[in-house]
């Protein structure tokens, strides 16, 4: 069974930065497709980032070179390291897996609980 457990979400003003961390078990972060996707309430969820299995890196268009996402093959985490943070990038942000090859076409497979970040003007 796959879990992901996400970490390191918070209150920060414009501008400022957030890491994010996703602890991974049932799974290796090289054997899935992963990333971060994030929600506002009322409001479907995006995806922000994403990682295949060997490494390749994609971002969303609202990105803008502000966000990495990396993994850590010795801790079997990922990350979402954030900067230049804006309002608008306040929601819950979710990592996500996917074991079927390519990735997810819209959802994926799997989802942590979510973490709350949340960005003041």
């Known amino acids: 069974q796959v879990q992901l457990v996400e970490s390191g979400g918070g209150s920060v003003q414009a501008g400022g930065s957030l890491k994010l961390s996703c602890a991974v078990s049932g799974t290796r972060v090289t054997s899935v497709y992963m990333g971060w996707f994030r929600q506002v309430s009322g409001k479907a969820r995006e995806e922000v980032a994403s990682?295949?299995?060997?490494?390749?890196?994609e971002y969303a268009g609202f990105v803008q070179g502000r966000f990495t996402i990396a993994r850590d093959l010795a801790k079997n985490e990922l990350y979402l390291q954030m900067a230049d943070l804006k309002p608008e990038d306040t929601a819950t942000y979710f990592c996500?897996?996917?074991?079927?090859?390519?990735?997810?076409?819209?959802?994926?497979?799997?989802y942590g609980q979510g973490t709350q970040v949340t960005v003041s003007s």
């Open positions: 996500a897996a996917d074991p079927r090859p390519g990735g997810w076409p819209t959802d994926a497979y799997y």
């Open positions: 990682m295949s299995r060997r490494g390749a890196r």
